[in-house]
């Protein structure tokens, strides 16, 4: 199983980015999924969760109206778009895929987002 995330990188408050998050070797389908994020001596926070059909979503209070999550299972990616950008929304952000019928979880190795100007 390979869950691997991209897109992170440098952005001025107000700015935008989307991150994208490839699971393979599961049924992705069947996997909820998940955006995490963390920072330093903070413990991992819940940022944006979607149901393996895609159909439910929900997003943190913290980033709601600017964080938006969706998928592709035929491509087996789940993105988040994250707009109007706060310095506060600097952290290691995770992919995680969690199976919808049983404790089976991935984790993605994290991408970098900063948010300075």
């Known amino acids: 199983v390979s869950v691997v995330e991209s897109g992170g990188g440098l952005v001025e408050p107000g700015g935008s980015l989307t991150l994208t998050c490839k699971c393979s070797?599961?049924?992705?389908?069947?996997?909820?999924a998940s955006w995490h994020r963390q920072t330093p001596g903070k413990e991992r926070e819940l940022v944006a969760f979607?149901?393996?059909?895609?159909?439910?979503?929900r997003i943190v209070d913290a980033v709601k109206g600017r964080f938006t999550i969706s998928r592709d299972n035929d491509r087996d990616l789940v993105s988040l778009e994250m707009n109007s950008l706060k310095p506060e929304d600097t952290a290691v952000y995770y992919c995680?895929?969690?199976?919808?019928?049983?404790?089976?979880?991935?984790w993605g190795q994290g991408t970098q987002v900063t948010v300075s100007s």
């Open positions: 979607i149901t393996g059909d895609g159909n439910n979503a």
């Open positions: 070797g599961v049924p992705f389908d069947e996997y909820h």
């Open positions: 995680k895929s969690q199976g919808m019928s049983s404790n089976t979880e991935f």
